[in-house]
């Protein structure tokens, strides 16, 4: 069984940043995907950032420039720095596991507001 917990959503002002980290425990196997997903109220969860062990990248076009996914496999964390952001970066964030299944975090919120 995996655990993911998250950490680092809060409120932000629009062009700020915000750091989300996600450590995972449990029986992890290599290789193995992880990132970030988001859900916007009223909206479909969709992909953020993903990173594979190997530290390839993919992100969704709109946080491109702006976010960096990045992981550390000793700590088995993945991390999400925000910058730049913008009110409609405003969701849950969630973190997922790709590990012989879909693991997910219970989901942090992050707000962009003035």
């Known amino acids: 069984q995996v655990q993911l917990v998250e950490s680092g959503g809060g409120l932000v002002q629009p062009g700020g940043s915000l750091r989300l980290s996600c450590a995972a425990s449990g029986v992890i196997f290599m290789p193995n995907t992880m990132g970030w997903y988001r859900q916007a109220p009223g909206k479909q969860r969709k992909l953020v950032a993903l990173?594979?062990?190997?530290?390839?990248?993919e992100y969704t076009d709109s946080v491109k420039g702006r976010f960096t996914i990045s992981r550390d496999n000793a700590k088995n964390t993945v991390y999400l720095q925000m910058d730049s952001l913008k009110a409609e970066d405003t969701a849950v964030y969630y973190c997922?596991?790709?590990?012989?299944?879909?693991?997910w975090g219970q989901g942090t919120q992050v707000t962009v507001s003035s």
């Open positions: 990173v594979s062990d190997d530290d390839t990248t």
């Open positions: 997922y596991l790709r590990n012989f299944g879909d693991n």
